[in-house]
């Protein structure tokens, strides 16, 4: 039976090492993190916990009874990446500890480099989620699916015909500029809901709700590593969480978006536009011009806090196509070479490696 508390799901990311560049997570980093996560899971600080990666990114996901940016359970992620650094440094990987922004914890992690998404519920009879982990990319990678998944009833046939979805669903919307967030509901704001989210570099899903009784449905880290820095460091890789069935969209509504291969920002240096390519975790490893960006999707079910699972959900013949449209894609932006679309515009590009190269060119100004 459930306990009728809240339980909380959280899953906290960072890029602290890369084995030949930006590529995989080296199997120690991955026994490091094993390894204090549960000593924290013994001493009661998290329920239970699956370590993973997609690509260069620890991927630690957390059930614990704390609530949304608990200091305790924040902590322990902050501790863990430190810790995966110091191996990563040892062994000479790349980019040891460059998500890790910050010397000093403050209390929670955003703002310091590492990827946040969270959500707080009373666990159902069954309880399954779905977390998604990218790679190469950025926050607003989400907003399409995200959108199709709770506002499309082309995509999910629930909002017309299920009685618990028809009421519709209400979108957090960040503002990351101006700092701004705004509450719109679909279907009766849906073309500004479209009017935000169609700019992927400022606006971003944040969190998504049942409208009729503000259930939480989903949730996305809206961490930018490039605006949090005033630099490129590394691309800002996001997670996002997923409530599937029994009031939400079906596992099938939530995956369907992926069936379509985006253009999303990231890829090489993140100053290039690419194809999301949804895989499944042993694939997880970018290589072609460091990408294309990739997309695991992990299946769980919380039972008494306790991770259920996983299954990998794009490990599925039924998403070969996508892989291969995406693949089209890439060979597609890719002979654009340095020129847009392929790479970002110059509102972007301020933050990459650009700003170095128009410095140098300074004194050749006439």
């Not at 073309?191 to 989210?197: S, V």
Request: glycine share 8%; with cysteine.
């Amino acid at each position: 039976m459930s306990t009728g508390k809240k339980v909380t799901l959280s899953i906290i990311k960072a890029d602290v090492g890369g084995l030949a560049g930006h590529h995989v997570v080296h199997p120690d980093l991955i026994a490091t993190a094993t390894r204090m996560l549960s000593e924290a899971k013994e001493s009661g600080i998290i329920e239970d916990f699956y370590v993973t990666n997609v690509g260069d990114d620890l991927q630690l996901i957390m059930t614990h009874y704390r609530g949304v940016d608990s200091k305790d359970v924040h902590s322990l992620a902050w501790d863990t990446f430190k810790e995966a650094t110091k191996v990563a440094q040892k062994l000479g990987l790349y980019g040891a500890g460059q998500d890790l922004l910050s010397d000093a914890f403050s209390g929670n992690v955003r703002g310091m480099g590492p990827g946040v998404a969270e959500m707080e519920f009373i666990e159902r009879t069954s309880e399954p989620v779905v977390a998604f982990m990218a790679d190469k990319t950025e926050p607003g990678a989400f907003n399409l699916p995200f959108y199709k998944i709770y506002a499309d009833p082309f995509n999910t046939a629930g909002l017309v015909i299920d009685p618990k979805l028809h009421s519709g669903f209400k979108f957090e919307i960040w503002d990351l500029i101006e700092h701004k967030q705004y509450f719109l509901n679909a279907p009766e704001d849906s073309y500004d809901i479209l009017a935000l989210i169609g700019t992927t570099g400022r606006f971003t899903i944040k969190r998504v709700y049942r409208k009729d009784n503000n259930e939480i449905a989903a949730a996305v880290s809206s961490e930018r590593l490039n605006l949090i820095a005033g630099k490129y460091v590394g691309k800002d890789d996001p997670v996002a969480i997923a409530r599937a069935q029994s009031g939400f969209p079906a596992l099938g509504e939530i995956l369907e978006p992926f069936s379509f291969p985006h253009l999303v920002a990231g890829w090489m240096r993140g100053s290039h536009n690419g194809p999301l390519m949804p895989v499944s975790q042993k694939d997880a490893r970018c290589t072609r011009f460091d990408g294309p960006p990739r997309i695991i999707a992990l299946g769980f079910n919380i039972k008494d806090g306790k991770l259920i699972g996983p299954t990998d959900l794009f490990d599925d013949p039924a998403f070969d196509e996508t892989r291969r449209t995406a693949q089209i894609i890439a060979d597609y932006m890719r002979r654009h070479g340095p020129f847009m679309p392929h790479r970002l515009g110059p509102e972007e590009m301020e933050y990459t490696t650009l700003p170095q190269v128009l410095k140098k060119l300074e004194e050749k100004k006439i």
